[in-house]
T-cell receptor, first 113, second 117 residues
Framework: EAGVTQSPTHLIKTRGQQVTLRCSPI?????VYWYQQALGLGLQFLLW???????NRGNFPPRFSGRQFPNYSSELNVNALELEDSALYLC????????????FGEGSRLTVL | AQKITQTQPGMFVQEKEAVTLDCTYD???????LFWYKQPSSGEMIFLIY??????QNATEGRYSLNFQKARKSANLVISASQLGDSAMYFC??????????????FGPGTSLSVIP
């Protein structure tokens, strides 16, 4: 069974640009979480989608947005990139809103120059 | 305010010894879940163990056990018989607000564990 897959794995952008990160959950999982992990720091909660709807979002500016598609895959969009957006972006999936265990992908490492 | 506190930024343990990683949490919800994840240097997050707030017994998974002290809001991870492959970052996490508008899984700052041969 395939795990959570994320793309791209690495990317470099410049300030002011926009980026889209993609996540495919484990088959059968309906919930997708997004986290930001800056270098050497913990995971900061960004967004949670379940059954195509945004269930919750963390304390991030509106230029961080996303969506979940009917097949439960998800995109994270970041507009007007800033240097401090450089981080590992982790996607996780779970069976649904009534379960807790998260299964993580390997992340997308974004560098903003 | 920090919802999850991990007071040990770095820990060292001798191979084959046991080690306890501390985690305290803050919630007013009666129903919540506590998790521990491991993040090796390669970056992937690996689920280790789960404890529900209503679980009477402390959770165990192989060499991992969770010392759950509800009144103290403490959920320490105990790793028995440490192995070199246990060297990694360890994150305590909590899900609170199940089914509410503030439902989410949040993580502590992590503890870096180094196992010494």
């Amino acid at each position: 069974e395939a795990g959570v897959t994320q793309s791209p794995t690495h990317l470099i952008k410049t300030r002011g640009q926009q980026v889209t990160l993609r996540c495919s959950p484990i088959s059968g999982h309906t919930s997708v979480y997004w986290y930001q992990q800056a270098l050497g720091l913990g995971l900061q909660f960004l967004l949670w989608y379940d059954e195509g709807e945004e269930r919750n979002r963390g304390n991030f500016p509106p230029r961080f947005s996303g969506r979940q598609f009917p097949n439960y895959s998800s995109e994270l969009n970041v507009n007007a990139l800033e240097l401090e957006d450089s981080a590992l972006y982790l996607c996780a999936s779970s069976l649904g809103e009534n379960t807790g265990e998260l299964f993580f992908g390997e992340g997308s490492r974004l560098t903003v120059l | 305010a920090q919802k999850i506190t991990q007071t040990q930024p770095g820990m060292f343990v001798q191979e084959k010894e046991a080690v306890t990683l501390d985690c305290t949490y803050d919630t007013s919800d009666p129903s919540y879940g506590l998790f521990w994840y491991k993040q090796p240097s390669s970056g992937e997050m690996i689920f280790l163990i789960y404890q529900g707030s209503y679980d009477q017994q402390n959770a165990t998974e192989g060499r991992y056990s969770l010392n759950f002290q509800k009144a103290r809001k403490s959920a320490n991870l105990v790793i028995s018989a440490s192995q070199l492959g246990d060297s990694a970052m360890y994150f305590c996490a909590m899900r609170e607000g199940w089914g509410t508008s503030y439902d989410k899984v949040i993580f502590g700052p992590g503890t870096s564990l180094s196992v010494i041969p």
